[in-house]
Every structure is written in C-alpha cells, then in structure tokens.
C-alpha cells in the first residue's frame, strides 16, 4: 500500500506560482483518496521544460509480494481497465479532432487513477504468479515481462480492452486503432499473468470487489513460440513499439 | 543514516549514453562508501536542459533525531568544514580564471561529500537544538533556521570559515569574498545550533571523532534584534540573498 510520497519539481522562473499551486492541488486530492502523506521533495529552477518527479513510498506483507518475474508458460495475461485512452485524449487534442467522449478521454489522461486497491486484489488472491503497471504502453512493458520471465506471448487482437473513444479517434485521424491500443502509455493499468485455472476468477474478482474491468487478453508461451499478435486468423508480430500490422510473421520470426 | 537512493534522470534523447553511464559510476561510488543502495528510480525524455533528481531515505533513532526547530536564543551556530568553495569553483570555471587551487576547488563542486559522519557525531552528542544543511548557501539556509524558530541572528565576519580558494578567485574577479561565503550554496556542510556551554565542544568533537574542521560562527538572539553580520564593528544586514555591505542597519531595520 502506498503511505508518503516526495514531490521534486524543476520549473522555469517564469512559471506562475498558481500552475504550482494547481499541481499540488491535484496531487492532495489525490494522495488523500489514497491515504498518502506528502512528507517533502524539492523545488529547483530549469530553463527547460517543467519536470515533475514522484517518489512514492509504500508497504506489502512480504508474502503478499508480486514481482516482474515468476510467470510460466501457459498462465494467462489479464488486464485492468481499458487500453488507449489517454494516447486517444492526446491525439485528439493535439489534432483538435472532435469527438463525443472528449472530455472522458482528457479526465483519463489528466487524471488517471491508480490501480491501487485493483493491485491489492491481485496479490491477496495469491494467484498471481507475475505483475507489471502499463505506463509505456502494452506492447513495451509486455515486452519487458516477457524478457523478465524469458517467454514468448500469444495476445487476442478481439480480446483487447481498446477504450471506445481511441476507435472514434482513430477513424477521425484515419489511423490503426489497434495498433494505438498496443503503444498506448500513460494507463497506469496492471498487467497480471495468472494460471490458466485461476485467471478468469482473479478478473472476475477484481471486477466483484473493486468494480475494475479485467479482461483476459493471451498466453505466455515458450520462448521458442515468439511474441505475436493473433488478428482474424493472421499472426502479427508483436513489437515493443506496437505492432506491424502489415508484417505476416514466419515461425522462424521472433521480434527482439 | 542514510540507507536507500532513487535515481530519476531527464536527459534530451540527443544525450550520449557515456554520459549516464558517467552519472551513475559517481553515484555508485559514493553510495557504495555511505552503505547506500540504489533501489530505483526513472529515466525520461526532455526537451530541455538534464535534470538529475535523487532521493535518499535514511534511518535514525527516534531520541536522536534534530529537527530545524528547537534552537533557543543564546544558541551558539557552528558550521563543518568550509564556505564557499563550490561557489568560487563555479565562478572560476565560467570567468576561465586560473588559480592555484583550480582543481581542488573544482572538486569541491563536482563531488561533494555529505557530511553523514559528522551528522552522526552531532545527535548522538545530544547537544545540538537544531540543524539544517547549507545548500542553498549560509545566507539563505541560516534565514530559514531562524524563521523555523522565531530568531534573530548575529554572525562574526571574522570567524566565518571561508574557503582560501574563495579568496583567490574574489580577488581575481574583483568581487566581495564575505558575500560570496554568505551567498555560496552547493556546500552542503552542516549549520548546528547548540548551547554556549556546548557549542565549542561539540564543534572539537566532530574534528577529533571525523576530522572535519567545525567553527562556532555566531548565535541566535531575540527575533526583536534582527539578523546580521558583526564585521570590523560594523552591523549589517543579513539578507537571505547574501548581505549588503554598503547598507548600515539601523536597530529599527530588520531584514525579512
């Protein structure tokens, strides 16, 4: 459980005191709906762009601990929440596309609510055998669980989670939905590798006590097997930057 | 004592690993010689200048713990080692002045030592009623030491510790040295409080048990007298951007 956090910001000079007092705001709000004391950090100057650094801090039973490794082959992944929301928020204000879910996408992008209680959920059921938080996107932190455990991966394209508004920005800006929800980033969702007995029960669970979406989304396999994307028949390699969805993988073709 | 560091780095993505690679070899080593461990931190992406933020998270026993507040007027102020010599390295580098003592300086600037040893010596002697560290410069940090009790200050030029290199390079520059030990920051030495009966026996207690020279500089007084600086019979002003040498403190006259 999180407990204290530290604050480091480097701003420029010519920041107005009220932008810092809006952060830290936001951040109150935040650590008090978590039970979080901001016990310090550090105010320095840049001529660059502002840098905001959190520390925090928190506590678990020793044996509750979930780790990036400990997943085999065959255990299923599932995934909290939805995919690509605040990659969709980002594009469709950078765009200035208009879309109907704009401000739901912007609030999961301004906003995001950390997977707190979803993760205690995960490590009290004891089933969980391997966890990552998504905030640099599927592709890249499944890349690095798949590295940290030494296996491949098997995703269900159909399966994914994708937020509804990423298709209404991806069809705006004429773009691969799919491929957005695999680079996503900034979702802050957790990434659980289960059994294959247990998995559908761990979401089921996290859905019943929490009221977070979890949904099963593939399968570690042998190393051997690669790391792809099953696609309406078709198997796309997966990268740890999305996914090439022009790119037929052969059995020989591993992506790194 | 210190126990565990994070590390969070915002380089521009032009950055040349070697670099990183650098940073880190330093932190390794003066981790490795305070028994830290680098547990964590972020590596991130920035459009502007480095930004470099650490966190260290220490241990201490509850009843040896000195706070910023505790100090009493009478308190004597005694500061570890030397002022000035990052700033005066600073200086020299940016003027390209060539001095005798360049490097010796120059490594006061780019390697700090902490002064956990002489930390230590300071609460477990129980003596000491307040401490702070000296890393925005004696000027400002010794203001915040004395609106954290309620006090004002009175400092003796003449006893200030100031760096010999300080000396060369204000002569060079044709500047004022006491202003600049005043102002400095980057040293990171200890600024302690401690009873009259104590002070100059904790100050020979932390140059015999480290070998760390420590100076007794002055003492709070009543918040009614002010803060300022005893040189040459002269009573200036101490302000938390250094002193005004040219200005004479009328007793009305207090700095904020």
Redesign the interface.
Known sequence: MPRHA?I?L?VPPTLELRWVDDLYYGLEELSAAFGVTIVGG?L?T????I?V?V?V?GEVEEDLVVRRTGAREGDRLLVTGTLGAPAAALLAWEARVEIPERDRLLTAHRRPRPRVHEGRVVSQSRWATAMIDLSDGLATDLTRLCDANGLGVRLEADALPVDPGLYQVAHQLRIDALDLALRGGEEYELLVAAPPAHAQALAERIRTEVGTAATVIGEFVPAAQGRAVECQGRRVPLLPTGWDHFRQESTADRSA
């Open positions: 530290l480091s480097a550090n320095a840049t001529t660059g762009p840098v650094d520390t801090l």
